[in-house]
């Protein structure tokens, strides 16, 4: 593995140091003049040439490939790049790979410790630098330019880059970003988040490469028509997961909740003739799989409440994207005949809610006071810390609607009242009974839902566009929502492992215009000095909170906000800072270590994210695992160990032999499944009349292929001509239209053999022989007819 990864042209770099690269950083391209951040330096032997990188003209590939120089280093990260590899390449010498078992990892502790007590200041390493920098103008106020009607993709990104445990983890967690899946949307996010972050403060970048990548993903984005920012969000954020994602181990999954195998993914039906709701723009059916869930609960047309589910995604996998924006919702069914309770859990990232009207409000609220305890409109205990300014304008504005016609302005809406339409109780009668499982008949029924797992950000959609047959229609009703302290007590389950639920908004997205057309701002706080700023593509302008609260809300993202996990930091900051002598040195989650020091809930210790089930680290991790993992001192491991529980505990890093000798069985395995169907296969094909042909699946042949090419490390299950074959006269038949491919019968007694399953589905069997007894009697047959 270390040769494999090991770089032969790191011979022509020449005497660099870290002083040089620095000063080089603060230059600029020598073709064309543009500054940083995203400039490289050419590492050849005496070679002094800065180019630019693909944010501009990408003067740094064009020098490589014109002086046929292979090294260059980016100014920023100090990453390093071969241009011959086509891979990052490393210096500093990596430890061996050898057996258990082997010497002890040496990290160098001179690197790790000082990241880990800088990272756990509370406003993340870069954020305190930064202010100390500069405190008249902080990092992260960078624009996007507006690169074709792309102002719903800026003010998306925007958002999403002022949201800390996400950004933290691209800019303190870059070795964590690998992926081999085409388009690699995540290493042009995590550019994208470094030039924004940049310690230069540019005025605004161009997102290019994210727009190309995001392209290449979802086609409706190709072109340069209008899109819809939510559209964009889900799109990125699946794709972020999808190429970001490792699969638990069952030491993980035990640790994750209550909602391991019970998670459900899928769309539930929006109430959109009781609440005046609506999809967002330009959108997509992403759920698949009804919120029937488990069988429970048929689909109805119309009848439920909508929940915004990614594509269907395996509970047994996990990303930096699932971690911090996945949620669960709980939902149950009551038979009102027999009073059966079917429940289903649903993950959720998102939450798209309904904006009700003035005769919707006023049901709501009259079952509100019936049946549920009083809840609040804007939360009071917010004015203290956002002053009396906003508490006079929102008294002001509450007045001027009291005096003014609803017809004209319309009711007053508040966010908590959307959040009660999305959660109020469903009845299901008339034509949407309930088909109940008890009774074997359709029952009326009531369908309610609480959230069962908070997520980290919360993040909420209004669903402001409708789109009819012939027309479409925005909803402009202004709905109030609090800058601090949402409290989302009132819509969860009892059964809620969640401690902390309250949130603070860290960035909404506003739409000004028709449904037709407009354009997307984003109001955001940054996280260094507390201020809001409007983002307005390249343009960043510091505003009053108060313009923030009067804005037409479309996507709001909510932080959890806990005192407690702040004093958490500042106890483990102390414990670091005491340097007290300790024999052990431990290896921490570089991840984990993320989430302590951004979450509100950063759950127990996971260093199963970078061990193997053996304890030890998987061979295609040990070459990087300096990117994995943070030395503490042994006062830290423990105060954090009694605090958050988890683990395991790890003082001794070394390269798992099990998983190696796994690792060489697979390969072997592989090899020799794809080498004999090969042989076979050539044998079949020179039969020029073969007695029988057998069909397989293609379905299920795929995934064989898939396995054995090393594309998917999970060998298929048996297999499966299920859904190819039909019975007739007792005989199973090739169903017409099916998708299968024809194999030689020993090519499926070998697939057979190995996997098992079928059944066998044969369009040629082998033709018996004629009787010479019966074609006897036949002929004498025919004479005597020929005789009569």
């Known amino acids: 593995m270390a040769e494999q990864d090991a770089c032969p ?45 693909e944010s501009y003209s990408d003067h740094s590939t064009l020098h490589a490939q014109a002086k046929k120089h292979n090294l260059t280093v980016n100014l920023t990260t100090f990453r390093i790049w071969c241009y011959v590899c086509e891979r990052e390449v490393f210096l500093e010498h990596r430890p061996a790979l ?88 995540c290493k042009s996010y995590q550019k994208l988040i470094s030039e924004l972050w940049h310690k230069k403060r540019p005025s605004y970048v161009v997102p290019t490469s994210l727009s190309h990548g995001i392209k290449l993903v979802n086609p409706m984005f190709r072109g340069y028509a209008q899109q819809d920012t939510q559209e964009f969000l889900r799109c990125l954020m699946d794709q972020l997961h999808e190429e970001l994602k490792e699969p638990l181990t069952e030491c993980n999954m035990s640790g994750e909740g209550s909602d391991g195998e019970e998670r459900r993914d899928g769309d539930r039906s929006p109430s959109e003739d009781e609440f ?69 859990v649903e993950t959720f990232q998102d939450l798209s809610l309904p904006i009700p009207g003035k005769e919707d409000l006023a049901k709501l609220h009259s079952s509100i006071h019936q049946n549920l305890p009083v809840k609040t ?26 005096c003014i016609p609803s017809w004209f302005w319309g009711p007053m809406v508040t966010l ?11 009845e299901l009668k008339g034509d949407n009974m309930y088909s109940c499982e008890r009774c074997k008949k359709l029952r009326n029924g009531v369908k309610y839902c609480k959230v069962l797992k908070l997520p980290e950000i919360l993040c909420i959609h209004l669903k402001r566009f409708r789109h009819e047959v012939m027309y479409s229609f925005k909803i ?88 407690e996990s702040v004093r958490e930091r500042q106890k483990v900051v102390a414990l670091a800072n005491m340097k007290e002598p300790s024999l052990l040195q431990f290896y921490i989650s570089r991840e984990w270590l993320n989430k302590f020091n951004t979450f509100a809930e950063p759950g127990p210790i996971s260093n199963h994210t970078f061990l193997c089930q053996h ?26 160990y009694n605090s958050f529980g988890g683990g395991p505990a790890v003082n001794h890093l070394y390269m798992c032999a099990i998983c190696q000798v796994e690792i060489e069985a697979l390969a072997k395995r592989r090899k020799m499944e794809i080498d004999t169907f090969i042989k076979l296969n050539k044998e079949f094909q020179a039969e020029e009349a073969p007695t029988v ?3 397989i699946s293609m379905q299920w042949f795929r995934e064989w292929e898939s396995f054995v090419k090393g594309k998917d490390n999970e060998p298929p299950g048996p297999i499966d001509n299920s859904k190819i074959g039909v019975m007739k006269g007792g005989h199973v038949q090739l169903k017409q239209g099916a998708d299968y491919g024809q194999i030689s019968e020993e090519t499926w007694q070998y697939l057979l053999g190995i996997y098992g399953g079928g059944p066998e589905i044969a369009v040629r069997q082998t033709v018996a022989p004629a009787d010479p007894d019966s074609l006897h009697g036949e002929r004498k047959i025919e004479a005597e007819t020929r005789a009569l």
């Open 693 to 695: 042909i057998l069909c």
């Open 615 to 640: 304890g030890g680290i998987p061979p295609n991790k040990y070459h990087y695992i300096d990117d994995l993992v943070v030395i503490v001192p042994q006062n830290v491991w423990e105060y954090l």
């Open 416 to 426: 908590e009242d959307c959040l009660a339409a999305f959660f109020a109780a469903d």
């Open 98 to 185: 050898v057996p258990v078992p082997a010497a002890p990892h040496h990290c160098k502790a001179t690197e790790q410790v000082p990241f880990f007590k800088l990272s756990l200041i509370l406003n993340t390493i870069f954020l305190k630098n930064a202010q100390n920098e500069d405190e008249l103008k902080p990092r992260g106020l960078t624009g996007m330019k507006n690169i074709g009607n792309s102002c719903y993709m800026n003010a998306a990104l925007q958002a999403l880059s002022n949201c800390p445990p996400l950004t933290q983890f691209f800019l303190d967690c870059s070795g964590l970003v690998r992926t081999d899946k085409k388009p690699a949307l």
């Open 476 to 563: 402009s009703s202004h709905v109030s929502f609090p800058l601090e302290g949402l409290d989302m007590r009132p819509f969860l389950a009892k059964e809620s492992p969640s401690q902390v639920t309250t949130y603070d908004l860290l960035s909404v997205i506003c739409h000004h215009g028709t449904a037709g057309s407009g354009h997307y701002i984003a109001y955001c706080q940054n996280v260094i000095n507390g201020q809001w700023y409007e983002f307005d593509d390249q343009y960043v302008t510091e505003v009053h909170e108060t313009v923030v609260q009067n804005a037409e809300a479309y996507v709001l993202f909510y932080r959890k906000s806990s005192e």
């Open 276 to 344: 005046l709701s609506c999809d967002s723009g330009s959108s997509s059916d992403r759920g698949e799989g009804g919120g029937a869930g488990d069988g429970e609960l048929p689909v109805q047309d119309e009848s439920q409440l909508l929940l915004s589910a990614r594509k269907k995604k395996q509970s047994h996998y996990r990303s930096v994207i699932s971690d911090i924006f996945d949620g669960s919702i709980l939902s149950l069914v009551q038979c009102l005949t027999c009073d059966r309770v079917s429940t289903t």
């Open 9 to 53: 042209h790191l011979d022509s770099i020449g005497e660099v140091t870290k002083e040089d690269l620095i000063q080089k950083s603060k230059g600029t391209c020598q073709s064309c003049g543009a500054g940083g951040p995203n400039l490289w330096a050419c590492l050849q032997n005496d070679c002094p040439y800065v180019g630019c990188g």
């Open 377 to 402: 409109g804007v939360c009071p205990d917010s004015y203290g810390s956002q002053g009396w300014i906003s508490y006079i304008m929102d008294s002001i504005r509450r007045f001027v609607v009291s």
